[in-house]
């Protein structure tokens, strides 16, 4: 079990663009749920946490405006990256967790997305 | 704030090797996970340690965790050739999960 689907696996678009990825845990209930970007060969960043039901976490230097996050259910999470440009290209990778903020269940990822903006 | 350090980077090994990574934490753990990253692949959730001292085995993989909740290794017998990869260790303290550098694993067959 726990399986995280993430969608789309690719994306490349123009600058300007919105782009939306979505985030799904397919055999359990995931109360918090995680966004992260991944350089390549580097480690993960977080970018944000989010709680089902309520406003995200951001990290530091994270902008909230420009990467927004809905978690609007158990199963599913949403991130938008607004207006999007060159230096937003990169691979952003979520996971979900069972447990709320204090939980120490492991997170599980999904696939990730591999955003190119040209 | 929290650091997680990571080394090495990068390790080169003949297949058949011992393979061995650390972890260190600027601040007291409650508890440890360590995660693997195939080239092309999101990471895997391997194991986590909770109690000082406490070593954990899979297979050809032993896990520990420091004395002092501070410190972790990962070591790898004999490697073969999946055990490529990026293995990250992630350090939970007051309330976030920090991840460190990663170490690649590359194996000569």
């Known amino acids: 079990g726990a399986v995280v689907s993430q969608h789309p696996s690719r994306v490349i678009c123009k600058s300007g663009t919105s782009v939306k990825i979505e985030c799904r845990s397919l055999d359990f209930q995931a109360t918090t749920m995680f966004w992260y970007r991944q350089f390549p060969k580097q480690s993960l960043m977080l970018m944000a946490t989010s709680n089902e039901g309520s406003k995200a976490t951001y990290e530091q230097g994270v902008e909230k405006d420009k990467f927004l996050i809905n978690h609007a259910s158990l199963t599913l999470s949403t991130l938008t990256v607004t207006s999007a440009h060159p230096e937003d290209s990169s691979f952003y990778i979520c996971s979900a967790r069972r447990g709320g903020l204090n939980s120490n269940q492991p997170q599980h990822f999904g696939d990730g997305t591999r955003l190119s903006i040209l | 704030g929290q650091q997680v350090m990571q080394i090495p980077q990068y390790q080169h090994v003949q297949e058949g090797e011992d393979f061995t990574t650390y972890c260190n934490s600027s601040?007291?753990?409650?508890?440890i996970q360590w995660y693997k990253q195939r080239p092309g692949g999101h990471p895997v959730f391997l194991i986590q340690l909770v109690k000082s001292g406490e070593v954990k085995k899979q297979k050809r993989l032993t896990f520990q965790f420091g004395e002092a909740k501070k410190n972790s290794s990962l070591h790898i017998t004999a490697t073969q050739t999946t055990d490529v990869g990026t293995y990250f260790c992630a350090g939970r303290g007051a309330q976030k999960l920090v991840f460190g550098q990663g170490t690649r694993l590359t194996i000569n067959p």
């Open positions: 601040t007291t753990l409650s508890n």
